[in-house]
């Protein structure tokens, strides 16, 4: 889950190591966010509350592992592929509020075949060789079973659901390269 303060401060460092690379028109943050995850990095005020507030911590170490992680993937750059693949996944995911969703107006219900998106994309990055280098798949999964009683290994269970419904999905896109484009 992103925040403003923690993208200004990331792409601030990312500018500033690698000048006229990394812009703040050029940089995408894709998110997501768990229900037992640390708190105190958002600037808005309402997420503060359960976390009693900002903490400068948690922001620091958001910002400086996501820097650390793109210094390590920009030193690793290399020619290679890009493929990206699609399909449609049923009984993976839920609609956490159905009641909510049917009081959406029935044309914009009408234009979508479920209550819940169920597409998968899937992006397949290759070495010249043809090696997987890296795959980054995109899927609508929210961690619905953890309640106020999750513990401190939700984070586990839910990347072990999410895994178990998700890799032979992933794996098929992978193989099937729909669309392969030259990246460099």
């Given amino acids: 889950m992103g925040d403003t ?26 998110g997501t966010h768990q229900h037992s995850g640390v708190g105190g990095y958002l600037e808005n005020l309402l997420p503060q509350i359960t976390s009693l507030g900002y903490v400068k911590q948690t ?43 049917l009081a959406n107006p029935a044309a914009e219900r009408a234009r979508y075949q479920f209550d819940q998106d169920k597409d ?38 839910l990347a072990r659901i999410t895994m178990a419904s998700h890799v032979k999905w992933i794996i098929r896109l992978a193989e099937a390269q729909s669309r392969t484009v030259m990246v460099g």
């Fill in 5 to 30: 303060g923690v993208r200004r401060s990331i792409v601030a460092q990312l500018s500033q190591l690698f000048p006229g690379v990394y812009t703040d028109t050029n940089i995408a943050f894709i």
């Fill in 59 to 101: 922001a620091n170490a958001i910002v400086n592992g996501t820097v650390k992680a793109v210094q390590r993937a920009h030193a690793s750059l290399a020619p290679g592929q890009l493929s990206v693949g699609n399909t449609t996944i049923l009984d993976a995911n839920i609609n956490r509020s159905p009641t909510a969703y």
């Fill in 120 to 157: 998968m994309t899937v992006l397949r990055f290759d070495d010249t060789n043809g090696n997987a280098r890296g795959l980054l798949s995109f899927f609508a999964v929210h961690g619905t079973s953890l309640y106020e009683v999750s513990s401190a290994h939700s984070a586990k269970v």
